[in-house]
């Protein structure tokens, strides 16, 4: 029997359950869909990446990738009857367009006779599969990696056996990658598989420590894979020791499966404050406040470990995880702008770009999240340049205003007049911003007579 295997955030042969699954019923009809609905919240950045990682998926099928664009419920639909399949396999899709779109897939394919099957998930854990010994989800971290720890140990699984691929099904032509001046990754399983064996390999040797370093360049750059499926985390898990790096690197894995059950508890929260008492904090919505948003998006705040990661984003569509928390409470807590605005700018340029992942990342920062008091916690833009950056070199390479300053006083040029010729001032005094920034928290947190945290 005929069967479609409808590939959506898991463009890889090895490890991908919903193919195995698909496969064993008999011939496959490979299909992915262009879905507007998600490429026009997409930046080109993204949308270029995901068009030459279907390339290289499209290769290892024999170029039997069938392509549709459109509603997939009814692109789906179509194509089932088409080819007379009697099932639909995907792997499953936690977030709240997906759970939504997928029901309205499976009411339509079960109307017409055809089975529709979700197998697994992109993470290692599912979203909603973990809870605490009441049924209710985990809201704190560290008692979810606890839980987590287990079940995250399940192995991968090979590649389908005896694979049949049903021919004769008219596709459209693959999408074109849309012209980018980043520098984007290698596309594909191929170029993520051979990036995990370099980090096996050793260099996750020094992660714990050095992770934080954007001058060093020592972290995964898996993102993008994971973000599109390229490598699944069990492959990730499966090749991780002891030693203190790999631990570190289990740990993050872990923060992304665990954002990604915030979210599937919370779906409003990809837009909306968890703890809605501090999501009430004053934000700024000024002419004023369009002028230092610009400013912050193009890299000319005036302070250079901020600038640095915003110009970094976009010359290469990524940034640094410590840079993307600086830069992000720079703008929610010395700019008093809201963080769904930065969240929004982050999802168009970032090349991995996750829903989940970057609203709770946003939220942690803002304050408005996960975090049991983190309202107070104001990143001092010099002080963590000086720590992360201590000799300049990540700011130099990105900021060639400040090539000419030697050494950690290039995170303040403003101490040196004339040395940063082009390079402007800062365009707010940090330390008046962070007393602005708790005071309209204290402000927040006094408008409820209880604490709503979710």
Same mark, same amino acid.
């Given at each position: 029997?005929?069967?479609?295997?409808?590939?959506?955030r898991?463009l890889r042969?090895?490890?991908?359950?919903?193919?195995?699954?698909a496969a064993?019923?008999?011939?496959?009809v490979?299909?992915f869909v262009?879905?507007?609905h998600?490429?026009?919240a997409?930046?080109?950045?993204?949308?270029?990446?995901?068009?030459?990682?279907?390339?290289?998926l499209?290769?290892?099928? &024999?170029?039997?990738?069938? !392509?549709?664009?459109?509603?997939?419920t009814? *692109?789906i639909? $179509? %194509? /089932?009857q088409?080819? +007379?399949?009697?099932?639909?396999?995907?792997?499953?899709?936690?977030?709240?367009?997906?759970?939504?779109?997928?029901?309205?897939?499976?009411?339509?394919?079960?109307?017409?006779?055809?089975?529709?099957?979700?197998?697994?998930?992109?993470?290692?854990v599912?979203?909603?599969?973990?809870?605490?010994?009441?049924?209710t989800p985990y809201?704190?971290?560290?008692?979810?990696?606890?839980?987590?720890?287990?079940?995250?140990?399940?192995m991968?699984?090979p590649?389908p056996?005896?694979?049949?691929?049903?021919?004769g099904?008219?596709s459209?032509?693959?999408?074109?990658?849309? &012209?980018?001046?980043?520098? !984007?990754?290698?596309?594909?399983?191929?170029? *993520?598989l051979l $990036? %995990? /064996?370099?980090?096996? +390999?050793?260099?996750?040797?020094?992660?714990?420590?050095?992770?934080?370093r954007?001058?060093?360049?020592?972290?995964?750059?898996?993102?993008?894979?994971?973000?599109l499926?390229?490598?699944?985390?069990?492959?990730?898990?499966?090749?991780?020791?002891?030693?203190?790096?790999?631990?570190?690197?289990?740990r993050?894995?872990?923060?992304?499966?665990?954002?990604?059950?915030?979210?599937?508890?919370?779906?409003d929260s990809?837009?909306?404050?968890?703890?809605?008492r501090?999501?009430?904090?004053?934000?700024?919505?000024?002419?004023?406040?369009?002028d230092?948003?610009?400013?912050?998006?193009?890299g000319?705040?005036?302070?250079?470990?901020?600038d640095?990661?915003?110009r970094? %984003? /976009?010359?290469?569509?990524?940034?640094?995880?410590?840079?993307?928390?600086?830069?992000?409470s720079?703008?929610v807590?010395?700019?008093h702008?809201?963080?769904?605005?930065?969240?929004?700018h982050?999802?168009?340029?970032?090349?991995?770009?996750?829903l989940?992942?970057?609203?709770?990342?946003?939220?942690?920062?803002?304050?408005?999240?996960?975090?049991?008091?983190?309202?107070?916690?104001?990143f001092?833009?010099?002080?963590?340049?000086?720590?992360?950056?201590?000799?300049?070199?990540?700011?130099?390479?990105?900021?060639?205003e400040l090539a000419?300053?030697?050494?950690?006083a290039?995170?303040?040029?403003?101490?040196?007049?004339?040395a940063?010729?082009?390079?402007?001032?800062?365009?707010?005094?940090? /330390?008046?911003?962070?007393r602005?920034?708790?005071?309209?928290y204290?402000?927040?947190?006094?408008?409820l007579?209880?604490?709503?945290?979710?």
């Amino acid at each position: 029997m005929t069967s479609l295997m409808w590939f959506r955030r898991d463009l890889r042969l090895a490890d991908n359950p919903a193919f195995v699954a698909a496969a064993g019923r008999g011939p496959v009809v490979p299909v992915f869909v262009v879905d507007p609905h998600l490429t026009g919240a997409s930046g080109d950045a993204r949308l270029a990446f995901l068009a030459r990682c279907l390339q290289t998926l499209d290769e290892s099928l &024999a170029d039997r990738m069938v !392509l549709r664009t459109g509603d997939p419920t009814e *692109a789906i639909t $179509r %194509l /089932a009857q088409e080819s +007379g399949a009697s099932a639909v396999f995907a792997t499953a899709d936690f977030g709240p367009y997906g759970r939504d779109r997928d029901a309205a897939v499976a009411a339509r394919l079960s109307a017409l006779g055809i089975e529709f099957e979700l197998v697994e998930s992109p993470y290692a854990v599912p979203p909603g599969s973990i809870t605490k010994a009441d049924g209710t989800p985990y809201r704190v971290f560290t008692p979810y990696f606890r839980a987590w720890q287990e079940p995250a140990r399940a192995m991968p699984c090979p590649e389908p056996s005896g694979l049949v691929m049903s021919g004769g099904i008219e596709s459209e032509p693959l999408p074109h990658a849309p &012209a980018v001046s980043a520098l !984007l990754p290698e596309p594909g399983e191929r170029a *993520a598989l051979l $990036r %995990l /064996a370099d980090l096996a +390999g050793g260099e996750l040797d020094g992660y714990a420590v050095e992770r934080d370093r954007p001058d060093l360049d020592r972290t995964s750059k898996l993102s993008p894979y994971l973000k599109l499926g390229c490598i699944h985390p069990r492959q990730i898990l499966a090749v991780l020791g002891n030693a203190p790096g790999h631990e570190a690197f289990r740990r993050q894995l872990a923060w992304r499966d665990f954002y990604a059950d915030v979210l599937f508890h919370r779906p409003d929260s990809r837009t909306s404050s968890l703890q809605a008492r501090l999501g009430r904090i004053r934000t700024d919505h000024d002419a004023r406040a369009d002028d230092r948003f610009a400013r912050w998006a193009a890299g000319r705040t005036g302070y250079p470990i901020v600038d640095a990661g915003m110009r970094q %984003l /976009a010359s290469t569509a990524w940034m640094h995880n410590r840079v993307r928390m600086l830069a992000a409470s720079f703008l929610v807590k010395d700019l008093h702008l809201d963080w769904r605005r930065g969240a929004r700018h982050f999802m168009q340029c970032l090349v991995d770009g996750d829903l989940a992942s970057n609203a709770h990342g946003w939220q942690w920062v803002a304050g408005t999240g996960t975090d049991a008091a983190p309202y107070h916690r104001i990143f001092n833009p010099v002080v963590q340049g000086t720590r992360f950056d201590p000799h300049g070199d990540y700011v130099r390479r990105w900021v060639p205003e400040l090539a000419g300053i030697d050494g950690p006083a290039v995170h303040e040029p403003w101490k040196l007049p004339g040395a940063a010729r082009g390079y402007p001032p800062p365009i707010v005094d940090h /330390a008046a911003e962070r007393r602005e920034a708790l005071a309209r928290y204290s402000e927040a947190r006094s408008t409820l007579g209880t604490d709503d945290r979710y």
